[in-house]
């Protein structure tokens, strides 16, 4: 899935993409909600707040190997799941 980084909804496409990537593995999603704090129907509840948005991007932040990892999987620069400080991810 190619992600487009030059708009708001496209970093939110990003985001959400990255925690599908995230999930889809029991134990990088485990340590995600152990990380986080979050349950699985925050995750569900949260899905387009930014505040979720923030810990998916907190996440690979903290962990370089996922960041390769998923932005590889998504096919995006790492760069694109960081999106810089003034710029949300929604």
């Known amino acids: 899935m190619k992600i487009a980084k030059t708009n708001e909804q496209d970093v939110t496409t990003a985001a959400i993409a990255a925690l599908g990537w995230v999930l889809a593995d029991d134990a990088r999603a485990q340590r995600f909600l ?45 760069e694109t799941l960081l999106p810089p400080a003034q710029a949300h991810w929604a």
């Open 34 to 78: 152990d990380l986080t704090g979050f349950s699985p129907d925050d995750l569900r509840l949260r899905l387009m707040e930014p505040g979720l948005h923030d810990a998916v991007r907190l996440f690979l932040e903290g962990h370089p190997p996922d960041l390769l990892a998923c932005a590889s999987a998504l096919g995006v620069r790492p």
